[in-house]
C-alpha cells in the first residue's frame, strides 16, 4: 500500500513559481513509478510530468516542459514538482499518482494510487 499527499498548492501571479510536495508512506515505495497529473474544471485529467525510481529519468507534457521540473528525494520518500513561468492555464487541481515499476506511462489508468489533490490558481 502506498499513500500520497500533497502541498504547496496556492494562488500565484502569471510568471510566477511554486513547488509542489507529495509525500509518501508505505513499506513500497521504492517499487513504484511516480507521476504528477492535473485537471482543470470541465476537463479531463492529464499528464504533466512522470519520474523513475532512479530519478534521474523524467518525462514531461509538452506543456510544461522547459518550465516545469519533477524531482524526488528518496531519503525523505517525497517527490516534487518545480513549477516556474507559470501562465494561466496551468490552473487546476494537481495530483501526485503511483504507478507500479514498468512502461512509462501518461495514462491515468495506469495508476492506481493517487493523493488528494492540491490546487494551483494562476491569475493573469
Known amino acids: 500500500q502506498v499513500q500520497l499527499v500533497e502541498s504547496g498548492g496556492g494562488l500565484v501571479q502569471a510568471g510566477g513559481s511554486l513547488r509542489l510536495s507529495c509525500a509518501a508512506s508505505?513499506?513500497?515505495?521504492?517499487?513504484?513509478?511516480m507521476g504528477w497529473f492535473r485537471q482543470a474544471p470541465e476537463k479531463e485529467r492529464e499528464f504533466v510530468a512522470g519520474?523513475?525510481?532512479?530519478?534521474?529519468?523524467?518525462d514531461y507534457a509538452d506543456s510544461v516542459k522547459g518550465r516545469f521540473t519533477i524531482s524526488k528525494d528518496n531519503a525523505k520518500n517525497t517527490v516534487f514538482l518545480q513549477m516556474n513561468s507559470l501562465k494561466a492555464e496551468d490552473t487546476a487541481v494537481y495530483y501526485c499518482?503511483?504507478?507500479?515499476?514498468?512502461?512509462?506511462?501518461?495514462?491515468?489508468?495506469?495508476?492506481?494510487?493517487w493523493g488528494q489533490g492540491t490546487q494551483v490558481t494562476v491569475s493573469s
Open positions: 499518482a503511483a504507478k507500479p515499476n514498468g512502461l512509462w506511462s501518461r495514462v491515468v489508468k495506469d495508476y492506481n494510487y
Open positions: 508505505g513499506r513500497t515505495f521504492g517499487s513504484y513509478r
Open positions: 519520474i523513475g525510481w532512479g530519478g534521474s529519468s523524467t
